[in-house]
Structures are given as structure tokens and as C-alpha cells.
């Protein structure tokens, strides 16, 4: 039974950084991912002028609970979307002058909702140049707190910034949320706050919209900061995704140690896609196995929440033995690329048929034929291919090397992984 140790949690180390430097004392977070987000992250943080001490299993961050330690700073956010949202909303409750930038990718990639709110807080906040999108600059003095209302329909990502920011305020945030997706991504953020000591409360709409969105919840925080601890990071389950569906598409049995009935991530939720499918799961206090039986069966399925792995579904979809339409995933077309399209140009490229919607992809049954995969630059859309190369040998890439974003050894681990099934890899 092959067990994968699958690197830390992009999403859970990047929340654990922001609340480590936030608290009060120094937080040791245990076995973070090293990766080009969340090293840009950590990157970040130093310019703003927090202490963070890396060594290769540990990360120590001295915290300040007043804010950045320099009083002016100019941080580049790489291409990490935690890095170019949260770091923006740390800086505005300290005192100073900071200015953000990122690549040419992150800066086509929105912010605006979440600029709107600040500036809705008393934040100064200018962008330079596209409104919404980065370079920005903030005059930071501290934030009240208060009422405000929040459209994180694009992205989750906006609501866990005010989430966090609300113990650094003076009086504390309630925030009303008109729309949401990914919401599981915020139940992360609350149970992370939690182990740092603030207790976030909810008060549920039920009334006239989808209730599982959290549509019209508001999100009430209270003032008085963090405290420091020691933070274990659990695995990546994106990540975990793609040897999951290794096994499902190989008849092969894979387990990931460290994922199991507590974890953080929702995107643990895909194995129930690869269950509905036809795999044999078992999920267990501690870890996850996946066991191919040989049959895919097609569905239709909604990855509202888990749409980080719609291009891993995408990609073995050509193998069951009917359609395989995922819907509402349109804010898949706001992350590295438009993933909706660069999921139906690449499928096209094997030569499988495809249609796609505003927030929709419906694949047809089929037998890849070998072809070059165009990666747009996106981590995701080469890792989710790479299991199509299971099945399709002579699959290659343009860009293989931008796995390094969340997983920089990602083509070794599965090469190993499909060496010891006897199937050969070449997807590097």
C-alpha cells in the first residue's frame, strides 16, 4: 500500500504566517510548506519587518500585535494570491507607508472587493494604476472596526483577510457577507483563529438564499488580538487530489498519512467525487486511501466549494464511462488562468470532446491521444494532467517547472509513485 507524504497546506500555512505575526509572542508553526508562495509570504512579512526563522522543518515568527516594524516598506507578492490579499490587510493595522506589487499574473487577478471594504473601514488604500488590482499603496493608521459588507463571490479569500484583521481593530468587525464561495476555505480560517484564542461567532441567514453558501451571514470579531502557540500544518489536500485520482484512473491504492476525519481543508471532499465515480474510499482518523476498481462512472457533480480541484476531475473525466459535467465553478476562470478554458483548450488538444459554459464543463468519454499540454503557467494544470499521463504516454508540458508555486519536488513524487506501480512517467 504505497503511503505519499504530501507536503503542508498552501492555504493553512499562509493563514498560519499572517496569524503568527499578528500575535502576541513567538508562534513555531511545524512542517510549513516551502514553496514559491509561501516562501514570498514569509519574504513578505521580513520586509514589513517581522522576524520569521526558517529552519528545514520549522518556521519561528516573532509576532507584533502593533503591526510592521518598519514604518515604510515595499513588498512584492510574487504570483501568490494569499500573499497579495493578506499582507495588504496586515500592513493597514499597523502605522506607516507600504507599497504592494506582484507579477503580471496577480496583478490581472481582482482585489477589488476586498480594497472596497477597507476603504470602507477608514483604510487609505490607492491603486496606482488598474482600480481593484495591484500595485496599491497604504497610509496605515490602524482600524477602528466596525460594520462592513463584503461580496466574496469571486474569491474566499476576501472574507479570511477581514477575518483576521478583526482582533487587530479597535473595536472589533462584523462583517456581512452577500455572497461566498469556497466556503469551507473560511471555516479553516475560524478554526485556525481559534487555536490562536479568538472565538468568531456567526450569525446564519436562513432565510430566502442558499443557506450552504452563507449567503447574508454576518461574521462577528472581536478586538484584543492574538496569542502565540506552536501550529502543526496539516498536508495539502489540492494537492493530495492528484495522487488520489492517480489511483482511481490506475486501478492502483494510494494513502495519505495526516488527512483523515479532523482535517482543515474541504478539498478533502474530492475523494466523495472519486466514491460517486466508483473508487473504494476509506477515510480515517488519520489519513485517507483511495482504491481504484477499475471503472470511473460519469456524473454531475457541483465543486462550488472544492473548485481547486475541478482541473483534477477535468483531467481524468476522458476515462469514465459517461459525461462528467462540473458545475458552478466560475470563479475558476479568476485564478492563475482561466482554468474552465485551459482545462477544455488542453482536453481538446487529446482530442476529447468538450463543452463549456459560463460556470460549467461537461467532458465526453474518450481515449487521449498523446499531445502537448499548454500550462498557461498554472501550477494545477500541470499536476492535474500529469495523471492523465498515466494512461496517455507521451504527454508532455510547456512549462513543467511551474509546479515549484505549491510543490516544487511534485514531478519526482509522482514519478516515484508511478515507478512503483510499473507505469512509466515523463510528465517532467
Not at 503511503?3 to 499572517?18: C, E, N, Q, W, Y
Not at 521580513?46 to 500585535?65: A, K, M
Not at 441567514?205 to 452563507?214: H, I, L, V
Not at 500550462?375 to 511551474?402: E, K, N, Q, Y
Amino acid at each position: 500500500m504505497p503511503l505519499v507524504a504530501i507536503p503542508g497546506s498552501k492555504s493553512v500555512t499562509a493563514r498560519a504566517l499572517f496569524l503568527a505575526a499578528a500575535a502576541d509572542g513567538v508562534t513555531t508553526l511545524v512542517r510549513p510548506l516551502r514553496s514559491d508562495d509561501t516562501e514570498g509570504f514569509a519574504e513578505g512579512l521580513t520586509r514589513l519587518g517581522y522576524r520569521v526563522g526558517r529552519t528545514p522543518d520549522t518556521w519561528q515568527v516573532d509576532g507584533r500585535p502593533q503591526g510592521p516594524a518598519l514604518p515604510e516598506a515595499e513588498v512584492h507578492c510574487r504570483d501568490g494570491a494569499t500573499t497579495a490579499r493578506f499582507l495588504p490587510t496586515l500592513a493597514a493595522a499597523g502605522h506607516g507607508r507600504y507599497r504592494f506589487d506582484a507579477s503580471e499574473q496577480m496583478r490581472r487577478r481582482p482585489l477589488a472587493p476586498l480594497t472596497r471594504a477597507l476603504r470602507d473601514l477608514g483604510v487609505d488604500l490607492r491603486h496606482e494604476e488598474a482600480e481593484g488590482h495591484h500595485p496599491l499603496r497604504i497610509e496605515a493608521a490602524g482600524v477602528e472596526g466596525g460594520e462592513v459588507t463584503l461580496d466574496a463571490g469571486q474569491s474566499s479569500q476576501y472574507l479570511t483577510a477581514l477575518l483576521l484583521l478583526g482582533p487587530l481593530t479597535r473595536k472589533g468587525l462584523r462583517i456581512r457577507v452577500t455572497d461566498l464561495v469556497f466556503a469551507p476555505y473560511v471555516e479553516i480560517t475560524i478554526a485556525m483563529m481559534r487555536s490562536f484564542g479568538v472565538a468568531v461567532a456567526r450569525e446564519e441567514n436562513r432565510k430566502g438564499d442558499t443557506f450552504e453558501n452563507r449567503k447574508g451571514d454576518t461574521f462577528v470579531v472581536p478586538p484584543g488580538g492574538y496569542r502565540a502557540t506552536t501550529y502543526a500544518i496539516e498536508p495539502d489536500a489540492s494537492t493530495a487530489s492528484y495522487f488520489f485520482a492517480a489511483a482511481a484512473v490506475t486501478g492502483r491504492e494510494v494513502t495519505v498519512p495526516g488527512l483523515g476525519r479532523g482535517a482543515l481543508q474541504g478539498d478533502l471532499g474530492f475523494v466523495d467525487v472519486l466514491r460517486r465515480m466508483g473508487a473504494d474510499v476509506e477515510i480515517g482518523a488519520d489519513r485517507t486511501t483511495v482504491r481504484g476498481t477499475g471503472r470511473l462512472r460519469g456524473l454531475t457533480v457541483n465543486m462550488r466549494d472544492i473548485s481547486d480541484t475541478m482541473p483534477t476531475l477535468a483531467a481524468i473525466a476522458p476515462f469514465a464511462d459517461g459525461p462528467v459535467r462540473i458545475e458552478d465553478v466560475a470563479n475558476t476562470r479568476v485564478k492563475e488562468c482561466d482554468r474552465l478554458d485551459a482545462c477544455a483548450e488542453n482536453l481538446r488538444r487529446l482530442g476529447i470532446g468538450v463543452d463549456t459554459g459560463e460556470d460549467w464543463i461537461e467532458i465526453r468519454p474518450g481515449t487521449p491521444a498523446p499531445a502537448g499540454i499548454k500550462t498557461f503557467g498554472d501550477h494545477r494544470v500541470v499536476m492535474s494532467f500529469a495523471v492523465t499521463g498515466l494512461r496517455t504516454p507521451g504527454i508532455s508540458f510547456d512549462d513543467p517547472g511551474c509546479v515549484k508555486k505549491t510543490f516544487p519536488g511534485f514531478h519526482e513524487a509522482f514519478g516515484e509513485l508511478a515507478a512503483g506501480w510499473g507505469i512509466p512517467y515523463d510528465g517532467a
